[in-house]
């Protein structure tokens, strides 16, 4: 499957922004789907995840009551709505596939799949 995420940019903080990644290739309800975040000089870092049905979802510490996930089987697409955002949330964001038979994965070599990500930027 290939996966092209969108949506980064600038944003100040306390701002929101809405990430986008549109899968095409592969049947999109096959994958349990995540975002990875990856900030310069750090790891590869977990964000969220979502089941292949949009029943259940996962969040890291840091973005929970602040970051939704959610996909859209119909469209292809798995989005992140990113409210409240702070400069530590400023990395490049990657999204991910990985086989349903994971209810749920924070562990990217478990995801087979990755996009290119996007940019994104929270500074006033």
């Known amino acids: 499957v290939q996966l092209q995420a969108s949506g980064g940019g600038l944003v100040q903080p306390g701002g929101s922004l809405r990430l986008s990644c549109a899968a095409s290739?592969?049947?999109?309800?096959?994958?349990?789907m995540g975002w990875f975040r990856q900030a310069p000089r750090k790891g590869r870092e977990f964000v969220a995840d979502?089941?292949?049905?949009?029943?259940?979802?996962h969040y890291a510490d840091s973005v929970k009551g602040r970051f939704t996930i959610s996909r859209d089987n119909a469209k292809n697409t798995v989005y992140l709505q990113m409210n409240s955002l702070k400069p530590e949330d400023t990395a490049v964001y990657y999204c991910?596939?990985?086989?349903?038979?994971?209810?749920?994965?924070?562990?990217?070599?478990?995801?087979?799949?990755w996009g290119h990500g996007t940019l994104v930027t929270v500074s006033s």
């Open positions: 991910a596939a990985a086989p349903r038979t994971y209810a749920y994965s924070k562990n990217p070599p478990q995801y087979n799949y």
């Open positions: 290739g592969r049947t999109f309800s096959y994958y349990l």
């Open positions: 979502i089941s292949w049905d949009g029943g259940s979802t």
